[in-house]
């Protein structure tokens, strides 16, 4: 197949995305990607074309061959080497081609609920992004990310470690903001930097109630198909939006449950064994060179552990704390 030409393309750190095809997929999408620079019918470096629910789906078929690289609840990502080809498939309802060579991916929603909207465009959008920016040189990151006087502060961890409630408390205390769930890196002549993904931060009614100036959007209904509530933090805040920083901060935070919270040093070692499974281990020398910017951003951050207790103010002044005073945003 041909890809469609795109429809609406955007540009996110010099790489154009080429969004066309099915259009409830490429509005969904237009949600997450609208910061970013973005126009009309302009062909991308990278192509992503979501196919109608009624679409044959045959050449979106399950590869013979192909190996677990990621396990997604409910679902397979499978990765077949002799084609260069990943495979998403999320509990039959929705699927997704990845052919990183080609600089393409194809997305299917072939059985999908109104309840799906959000696994369409996030995990089935998501991981063919991650793994076609990592053949050009830009490495994901499942992480928050926020900066202050030119020096990043990075939140990593898995789905439920507290990132977003510690994002959108830093972006209210004056940190400038890279994104709440997806961050890349790459290096440039000044050395390994932080790339920003200004996504949506998706946040849960329990998050919600951390922050009373954010009761309105509690009280409003929310998005069909959003298991949480999406808000922009720099039109919520006022903060600005960093495109890039060096690297300064790998904080790994944790829901501790405890009354205070407490912030220990780990080794550069100790945090490149908890960003590893960022990588997917697909086509060996790309897969290889993600693994070694990970370890690049271990070794050029100061790393730590944060046990995020009910203390969120003062767990928040701490992070502050590792900033110097002059630095400012």
Known sequence: MRPEPAERSYSLHGVRLGVSGWPEGADLLHSRLACLPHGPGEDGDLSFEFLPPTADLAHL???AAGRPVYDPPGGEVLYDDAADRLYLDLGGRLRAVCEAGRGRALLAAPAAGRGDLWLLSHPLFTLPLVELLKR???YHVHA???????RGLVLAGTSGAGKSTLTIALARAGFGFLGDDTLFLARRPAGLRLLAFPDEVDLTDETLRFFPELAPVLDAPRRDGWRKRPLR???VYGAPVVWECAPGHLVFPAVS???ASELTPIGADEALLELAPNVLLTDP???QAHLDALADLAAASCCWRLA???DLDAAVRRLAGLFPPEAGR
């Open 61 to 63: 078929a399950r590869p």
């Open 136 to 138: 050009r040189g830009l």
């Open 257 to 259: 449950g405890r009354a």
């Open 285 to 287: 020398a790309s897969s």
């Open 308 to 310: 995020t207790g009910r």
């Open 144 to 150: 928050a990310a926020l900066c202050r006087g030119g």
């Open 233 to 235: 933090a720099e039109e």
